[in-house]
């Protein structure tokens, strides 16, 4: 090893080298980290991310309100508001409920002509059954039966699928209850995950909709 | 979220603390000549510690996997060993730089967590974000009053190089 000032002044050189192609690898690497400083969340990436490439969904097979079976596959041709729920949820899934209730009266022509349909899925299927998802879609819908039904998973299998697919996590919470993120799922009519909104503003939920419809 | 943050992640950086006292001196004098000052160590920590102050990274190392194995050995080896490697070369002026900016970390995370009506990682409930905002906020005063204390009444020569046990300067 060399001594004296030379390698010192080397040593600053070699330093500034190496630390500005660290900084330079690592802005790449958060760049691609958070889609190009864009997602900062996995709730914000999993938006990004179906924006950019829509997401397939797994046919899986669900029970719905009256016991009637069905999977999603069985819903494609239609617009389909989708958002996850457990009925005994005292706080989002009410926020959700509202929202889907007003969706439901705003959407009410295309909705009648078979055009959009609202989908409630429970990610908590033992303790949701038919008779319960009815009481939970009793508590919003005043008016209308139509357009908007509650439905569950018939498998553990089925559950994990759904949410795998749709980007739903579940954690339980200290109340027996369940904490989730909650937002509202558009899938197109070829049956593919292709946008998710926040809850609160239903704007943009109608405009995409009424726009896709029109063209 | 508390214990991956406050307890999981602090324990992973010392055991690249730990790693670096088994290195022999020659092999620290060798990366010297890459690291003056411990810049370079500084600089590759930051980078590392920033991926995994994003909420997205910690939010996805609590299942997926490959995270899980890139969080185990990315903390130690990119954050605890370069940082622990370079500590003792910092200046005052570069240490002085770090701590500030450490705290203000703690202060500006902390208060995010605190405040934000949303939660950040969807893994975690909102209390136990809100919990550790108030646990960075406890710590980050902590080390400021620690900080404020050592400028005041510390001895600054224990700043100085007589930390370098082992590695010798370059120049003898």
């Known amino acids: ?215 | 979220m508390t214990t991956q943050m406050l307890v999981q992640i602090p324990l992973l950086v010392a055991v690249g603390w730990l790693l670096s006292r088994s290195f022999p001196a020659h092999v620290l004098a060798r990366v010297e000549r890459w690291n003056h000052r411990g810049i370079t160590g500084l600089v590759l920590a930051t980078a590392a510690a920033t991926f995994w102050m994003l909420p997205r990274s910690l939010d996805t190392a609590t299942g997926h996997p490959l995270m899980v194995a890139a969080k185990y050995l990315s903390v130690p080896l990119l954050i605890g060993l370069p940082f622990a490697v370079s500590w003792p070369r910092m200046g005052f002026v570069v240490r002085g730089v770090f701590l500030v900016e450490f705290v203000a970390t703690f202060f500006r995370l902390g208060w995010l967590y605190l405040i934000s009506p949303i939660r950040l990682c969807n893994n975690y409930a909102l209390n136990d974000q809100q919990r550790l905002g108030g646990y960075m906020l406890a710590f980050g005063g902590g080390l400021l009053v620690w900080l404020a204390w050592k400028l005041l009444w510390g001895r600054f020569e224990s700043f100085s190089s007589t930390h370098l046990r082992s590695a010798p300067m370059p120049q003898q």
Request: aromatic share 8%; with cysteine.
């Open chain 1, 1 to 215: 090893m060399t001594t004296g000032p030379d390698s010192a002044l080397t040593a600053v050189w070699r330093t500034a080298v190496v630390s500005a192609a660290l900084l330079l690898v690592g802005a790449v690497a958060l760049a691609a980290a958070t889609d190009g400083f864009q997602a900062f969340t996995t709730e914000t990436a999993r938006r990004v991310a179906v924006r950019r490439q829509p997401a397939d969904l797994p046919a899986v097979a669900l029970e719905n309100q009256s016991g009637a079976r069905f999977t999603l596959a069985d819903l494609r041709g239609k617009w389909l508001l989708v958002d996850f729920i457990y009925t005994r949820c005292p706080t989002f899934c009410t926020a959700l409920g509202a929202d889907f209730a007003r969706l439901q009266q705003q959407l009410a022509r295309p909705i009648a002509q078979d055009r959009v349909q609202l989908l409630s899925i429970s990610f908590d299927p033992t303790r949701d059954p038919p008779s319960q998802l009815a009481a939970y879609l009793g508590r919003f819908r005043g008016r209308s039966m139509m357009g908007w039904q509650a439905a569950r998973p018939l498998t553990p299998d089925g559950l994990q699928q759904l949410t795998a697919a749709f980007g739903i996590t579940v954690i339980a919470d200290q109340h027996g209850g369940y904490t989730h993120n909650a937002a509202i799922h558009l899938v197109d009519p070829e049956g593919r995950l292709v946008d998710i909104f926040d809850l609160g503003d239903l704007h943009p939920i109608r405009e995409t909709i009424l726009r896709n419809l029109s063209q």
